[in-house]
């Protein structure tokens, strides 16, 4: 949960051997509620981020909305 009067947040959680950096945007300053998410650079349909592989880090940005 992120406090709607904040832009965003983001921090890192290593999984089964993979590095997840997730940042978390919020333009219109919501508080829930995913709009789009990408991972690596790509958009991912819903809100589960796929298993990396061990030794990877994987670049995941969540916009609520």
Not at 5 to 23: L, N, Q, T
Request: net charge positive; proline share 8%; aromatic share 6%.
């Amino acid at each position: 949960w992120i406090p709607g009067s904040w832009g965003g947040d983001g921090g890192s959680r290593e999984f089964r051997g993979a590095r997840y950096d997730i940042k978390v945007e919020s333009p219109a300053h919501v508080c829930r509620g995913v709009r789009t998410m990408t991972v690596n650079g790509t958009p991912v349909d819903g809100n589960r981020i796929p298993l990396q592989t061990p030794g990877t880090v994987c670049n995941v940005t969540v916009t609520l909305g």
